[in-house]
């Protein structure tokens, strides 16, 4: 069966540097776009960052461009997102999402940004 299994949350001071990651097991990795979302406390769930399947291709959030970079390792099956100048504003569960078949989320890893 499919598995996103999310890790690397926690808590930051502002300014601070977080990563995570997203181990995939199910399907074939390598075939598929994969993404990471986020839902703040008292907001709808909302696209962070996505990469395509070859890793060549992202598309960012306006409110992470520039903070936020994805990346994945086909060969681990990982997909990955380094959070730097991390933002009160960025407190959030962050989900791993794949678009296979109808769409696979993972169970989310919170990160809290506070001083």
């Known amino acids: 069966q499919v598995q996103l299994v999310e890790s690397g949350g926690g808590l930051v001071q502002p300014g601070g540097s977080l990563s995570l990651s997203c181990a995939a097991s199910g399907f074939t990795f390598r075939l598929y776009t994969m993404s990471w979302y986020r839902r703040a406390p008292g907001k709808e769930r909302e696209l962070v960052a996505r990469?395509?399947?070859?890793?060549?291709?992202?598309n960012y959030a306006d409110s992470v461009k520039g903070r936020f970079t994805i990346s994945r390792d086909n060969a681990k099956s990982s997909v990955y997102l380094q959070m730097n100048s991390l933002k009160p504003e960025d407190t959030a569960v962050y989900f791993c999402?794949?678009?296979?078949?109808?769409?696979?989320w993972g169970q989310g890893t919170q990160v809290t940004v506070s001083s």
């Open positions: 990469v395509r399947n070859t890793g060549v291709g992202t």
């Open positions: 999402h794949t678009f296979y078949g109808l769409g696979y």
